[in-house]
């Protein structure tokens, strides 16, 4: 089983950047495409952006276009998220997700479609 382990979270100000990491393990050879998501209490959980290991692709949900940037550094086994210009509405607990050569990624932004996940890290926007 691979294990992913998120960083970086914190508290902000409106307007102001985090960058989230996720170590994953066997990051090369076991996952097809990884992802993050959030999810906030009393909602369902819901996808911001993937990438696809081998060649790179990317993804963004409409929610976070342009201002949040996904990438990943295979030989270090690590998956980042650069958010910029953060509002409160991006308040919520954030996860990485890793899905293997079974999923696919047509079903990339369903949380369905992901294996493994990290314990998530909290994320608080202020105005």
């Known amino acids: 089983a691979q294990v992913l382990l998120e960083s970086g979270g914190g508290s902000v100000e409106s307007g102001g950047s985090l960058r989230l990491s996720c170590r994953v393990s066997?990051?090369?050879?076991?996952?097809?495409?990884t992802g993050w998501f959030r999810q906030t209490p009393g909602k369902e959980r819901e996808a911001v952006a993937s990438?696809?290991?081998?060649?790179?692709?990317?993804a963004y949900s409409d929610l976070v276009k342009g201002r949040f940037t996904i990438s990943q550094d295979k030989d270090a086994n690590m998956l980042y998220h650069q958010m910029n210009n953060l509002t409160p509405e991006d308040t919520a607990m954030y996860y990485c997700?890793?899905?293997?050569?079974?999923?696919?990624?047509?079903?990339?932004?369903?949380?369905?479609?992901?294996?493994?996940w990290g314990q998530g890290t909290q994320v608080t926007v202020s105005s």
């Open positions: 066997a990051y090369i050879t076991s996952t097809y495409f």
């Open positions: 997700a890793s899905a293997t050569h079974a999923n696919k990624w047509s079903q990339k932004f369903s949380p369905s479609e992901y294996k493994y």
């Open positions: 990438i696809q290991t081998g060649n790179g692709v990317i």
